[in-house]
């Protein structure tokens, strides 16, 4: 101090200036300090607001418990933990929505399994999503036909379908997928006509070579390439097709290999059935199917009106395999010559079908028989006879606006006199009913709706009323065996 009076006045005064300075930039540089670190708390605490509630819950017990601390070291030390903490529950935070992400997609595809299913205005259950196939196969070289001439009876003629219901659901159908994991329904492309009719026969062999074909090629391959697939749904979820008149029985051992899958069948009369065997075609699981008609691309260059079709009814065919064509072949020595009424053994079918009001469809060797499907495409009204052959599709299907049943013991000179007592009009109502309906049992994907369509619905109708059902009180019949068993051995039982 004393240094300091000696100096001169100029110069105290810049030395109290700078001191002055000094202790404000020193004020000035610890409030800056302070606000920022407030705003920092403060950003952190608002930060808390974007949180989820339950980690907000989490910072909120940690501002309560810090509530007293009066310290800037203590506060720093509390912030510092806090914003670990923070760090804490937000990596938390991302582990659990990874979690619940992992869960959605394990509760998506358990609500998958547990679907829930409506009735539509068709009568026919459906899923509330699309119904997921995987077909396995086809498998070509088992076909070995494919390039000879039996392939009337695969590809070809009237067991076509055996072959193209693979094809659509493996090539065309939107929601097919590559596993049997993530399928609904599995389709076996089994070629059971293919097999019975051509190797069978070429090789001169029993019936038992079919269950060692269908074995060996079809369920031990796919067992081989999924294990425990065939046992998922203990087989009701898996489809085989068997387009005959003897259906699953073109198989002998298909009772055994096959009891509970979902069949595909041409003939739904079980008239094979002896009284001591299980019914091949069982309407609680199993689907009719149209026979294949390959004739669409000539039959739709037919356009004559049914009033400038100039017979009434025509029959092309043999008059012995059945009762009702041994009838008709008793008609047609009446109708000889006639010029209204065509009741042949042979003739030109391909024209006369395209002329003709009505078509006679008498059956076969079984009841089903393609010639319904062949008039149907053509135009031609079909007349069936009794009720045997069961008819595809009949929820979408109004058959009596366009068909007629006839009692099968009269197949005679009475049926002619029904045709022509019916009047113009309803012939001209019956004509367009089946023009508007007859694609529905085409098998040809290029026209709409065709069988394919048809199928679907049927498949996914199946799967709500048997496959998930029967699966459903199959689990709880095993649960309550469980529940049994485990009551049985428990102390108090005893």
């Given at each position: 101090?004393?240094f300091?009076?000696?100096?001169?006045?100029?110069?105290?005064?810049?030395?109290?200036?700078?001191?002055?300075?000094?202790?404000?930039?020193?004020?000035?540089?610890?409030?800056?300090?302070?606000?920022?670190?407030?705003?920092?708390?403060?950003?952190?605490?608002?930060?808390?607001?974007?949180?989820?509630?339950?980690?907000?819950?989490?910072?909120?017990?940690?501002?309560?418990?810090?509530?007293?601390?009066?310290?800037?070291?203590e506060?720093?030390?509390?912030?510092?933990?806090?914003?670990?903490?923070?760090?804490?529950v937000?990596k938390?935070?991302?582990?659990?929505e990874?979690?619940?992400?992992?869960?959605?997609?394990?509760?998506s595809?358990?609500?998958?399994?547990?679907?829930?299913?409506?009735?539509?205005?068709?009568?026919?259950?459906?899923?509330?999503r699309?119904?997921?196939?995987?077909?396995?196969?086809?498998?070509?070289?088992?076909?070995?036909?494919?390039?000879?001439?039996?392939?009337y009876?695969?590809?070809?003629?009237?067991?076509?379908?055996?072959?193209?219901?693979?094809?659509?659901?493996?090539?065309?159908?939107?929601?097919?997928?590559?596993?049997?994991?993530?399928?609904?329904?599995?389709?076996?492309?089994?070629?059971?006509?293919?097999?019975?009719?051509v190797?069978?026969?070429?090789?001169?062999?029993?019936?038992?070579?079919?269950?060692?074909?269908?074995?060996?090629?079809?369920?031990?391959?796919?067992?081989?390439?999924?294990?425990?697939?065939?046992?998922?749904?203990?087989?009701?979820?898996?489809?085989?097709?068997?387009?005959?008149?003897?259906?699953?029985y073109?198989v002998?051992?298909?009772?055994?290999?096959?009891p509970?899958?979902?069949?595909?069948?041409?003939?739904?009369?079980?008239?094979?059935?002896?009284s001591?065997?299980?019914?091949?075609?069982?309407?609680?699981?199993?689907?009719?199917?149209?026979?294949?008609?390959g004739?669409?691309?000539?039959?739709?260059?037919?356009?004559?009106?049914?009033?400038?079709?100039?017979?009434?009814?025509?029959?092309?065919?043999?008059?012995?395999?059945?009762?009702?064509?041994?009838?008709?072949?008793?008609?047609?020595?009446k109708?000889?010559?006639?010029?209204?009424?065509?009741?042949?053994?042979?003739?030109?079918?391909?024209?006369?079908?395209?002329?003709?009001?009505?078509?006679?469809?008498?059956?076969?060797?079984?009841?089903?028989?393609?010639?319904?499907?062949?008039?149907?495409?053509?135009?031609?009204?079909?007349?069936?006879?009794?009720?045997?052959?069961?008819?595809?599709?009949?929820h979408?299907?109004?058959?009596?606006?366009?068909?007629?049943?006839?009692?099968?013991?009269?197949?005679?000179?009475?049926?002619?006199?029904?045709?022509e007592?019916?009047?113009?009009?309803?012939?001209?109502?019956?004509?367009?009913?089946?023009?508007?309906?007859?694609?529905?049992?085409?098998?040809?994907?290029?026209?709409?709706?065709?069988?394919?369509?048809?199928?679907?619905?049927?498949?996914?109708?199946?799967?709500?009323?048997?496959?998930?059902?029967?699966?459903?009180?199959?689990?709880?019949?095993?649960?309550?065996?469980d529940?049994?068993?485990?009551?049985?051995?428990?102390?108090?039982?005893?």
């Amino acid at each position: 101090m004393k240094f300091a009076h000696d100096l001169p006045s100029a110069v105290r005064l810049v030395a109290l200036v700078s001191a002055a300075l000094f202790l404000g930039n020193t004020l000035f540089f610890i409030c800056q300090g302070q606000l920022a670190a407030d705003r920092m708390s403060s950003d952190f605490h608002n930060d808390r607001l974007r949180c989820p509630a339950g980690v907000a819950c989490v910072l909120d017990s940690w501002d309560n418990a810090n509530a007293t601390d009066s310290t800037n070291e203590e506060k720093t030390s509390s912030n510092r933990e806090a914003h670990n903490l923070r760090l804490s529950v937000n990596k938390e935070e991302d582990d659990v929505e990874a979690s619940v992400d992992s869960q959605s997609r394990d509760a998506s595809q358990d609500a998958s399994s547990q679907d829930q299913c409506t009735v539509n205005k068709h009568g026919l259950m459906e899923l509330n999503r699309p119904l997921r196939v995987f077909v396995f196969g086809p498998i070509r070289e088992m076909v070995r036909h494919a390039e000879q001439p039996h392939s009337y009876n695969c590809d070809e003629g009237m067991f076509g379908m055996q072959v193209r219901v693979p094809d659509y659901f493996s090539k065309v159908y939107k929601h097919r997928v590559s596993h049997p994991d993530e399928a609904d329904l599995i389709i076996m492309a089994v070629y059971a006509k293919c097999y019975s009719q051509v190797i069978v026969n070429e090789m001169r062999s029993n019936r038992g070579q079919m269950n060692a074909l269908l074995h060996n090629w079809t369920i031990g391959n796919f067992s081989q390439q999924f294990p425990g697939a065939l046992e998922r749904r203990n087989m009701r979820d898996i489809v085989f097709m068997f387009p005959s008149g003897n259906g699953a029985y073109v198989v002998p051992g298909w009772q055994k290999m096959l009891p509970n899958a979902i069949f595909l069948n041409t003939e739904a009369s079980n008239w094979k059935q002896r009284s001591y065997q299980k019914p091949y075609h069982a309407p609680e699981k199993d689907i009719v199917i149209p026979g294949y008609y390959g004739g669409l691309e000539k039959a739709l260059q037919n356009k004559l009106k049914v009033n400038e079709k100039k017979t009434l009814a025509m029959y092309c065919g043999n008059f012995e395999t059945s009762k009702q064509r041994q009838d008709l072949g008793l008609m047609s020595q009446k109708y000889n010559g006639s010029e209204t009424v065509l009741i042949k053994k042979w003739c030109d079918v391909a024209k006369y079908i395209d002329e003709s009001k009505f078509c006679i469809v008498p059956q076969g060797w079984t009841p089903w028989t393609v010639r319904a499907y062949e008039s149907m495409i053509h135009g031609c009204l079909p007349i069936l006879f009794g009720t045997l052959f069961q008819l595809p599709y009949e929820h979408y299907l109004p058959y009596s606006d366009f068909m007629i049943r006839w009692p099968e013991e009269k197949v005679d000179s009475s049926l002619v006199k029904h045709l022509e007592s019916i009047p113009e009009d309803k012939l001209q109502r019956m004509h367009q009913a089946l023009l508007k309906e007859r694609f529905k049992v085409t098998w040809d994907w290029n026209v709409h709706p065709n069988s394919f369509e048809m199928l679907e619905h049927y498949l996914e109708d199946k799967f709500c009323t048997y496959t998930l059902r029967k699966s459903s009180l199959s689990a709880e019949s095993d649960e309550a065996d469980d529940q049994d068993k485990a009551g049985h051995h428990s102390p108090a039982a005893r």
